[in-house]
């Protein structure tokens, strides 16, 4: 069965410094997404991209961050300072069609640590 | 808008008895609402969905759920646990806009199977 890969699987990094967690979604798929789960919270949706561009993005996706598809292949999240607060789970996901929720696969995410 | 709200978070039952996974939901649109499943290290996966149609859902691995729109409840249940079923359960509402999914998470439900 098709996967998204994630990697890495777990990134520590200073206050302060930038991170880019990387996913590859699955080859035929246009739509991407990363959601993020804070330890004991819930999932939280961050943004969606098609066609190259952001098409939604929550109150979450502040200046900090941002996304990117630099190759075609890979699909990354990039956090230009991090805080304590960006501490968690990051998952990716992408789909083939816009509307069909079982053809929505996500990864099994990288969990971010910030000391 | 949406929400979630898994009323347990943590279940344990023995091997062979019945699971319950309770949820409840609030959504100002015709609801889709989901079951994924997490098991350690893996990406999350789509256990059943329900979009409108039949009120009883069957997922894989022998689960499924009951919308009660009068309780606005969606309910997860498996008559026999097995202890590959051990894994945290996340019930999740979506609504499909413009360009993108919003899936909208409960908290989620850690399953443990006793032998």
């Known amino acids: 069965e098709p996967e998204v890969t994630q990697t890495p699987s777990h990134q520590v990094t200073q206050m302060g410094q930038e991170v880019i967690l990387r996913c590859v979604p699955i080859?035929?798929?246009?739509?991407f997404y990363w959601y993020r789960q804070i330890l004991g919270q819930k999932v939280e949706f961050l943004v969606s991209f098609y066609n190259n561009e952001i098409s939604e993005k929550s109150e979450i996706f502040d200046d900090q961050f941002s996304v990117e598809r630099p190759d075609g292949s890979n699909f990354t999240l990039k956090i230009r300072s991090t805080k304590l607060e960006d501490s968690a789970m990051y998952f990716c996901?992408?789909?083939?069609?816009?509307?069909?929720?079982?053809?929505?696969?996500f990864g099994s995410g990288t969990q971010l640590s910030v000391l | 808008a949406q929400s979630v709200t898994q009323l347990d978070s943590h279940v344990s039952v023995s091997e062979g008895t019945p699971v319950l996974l309770r949820c409840n939901y609030s959504s100002s649109y015709s609801p889709s609402l989901f079951w994924y499943v997490q098991h350690p290290n893996k990406g999350l996966q789509l256990l059943l969905k329900y979009t409108s149609a039949a009120t009883l859902v069957k997922g894989i691995n022998g689960f499924e759920a009951e919308f009660k729109k009068s309780e606005t409840s969606f309910h997860l249940t498996k008559p026999s646990a097995h202890m590959s079923d051990a894994a945290e359960y996340f019930c999740?509402?979506?609504?499909?806009?413009?360009?993108?999914?919003?899936?909208?998470f409960g908290k989620g439900t850690k399953l443990s199977v006793i032998p």
């Open positions: 080859s035929n798929h246009l739509y």
């Open positions: 999740v509402v979506g609504y499909s806009g413009a360009g993108s999914y919003q899936l909208t």
């Open positions: 996901a992408s789909s083939a069609q816009l509307g069909s929720f079982e053809k929505l696969f």
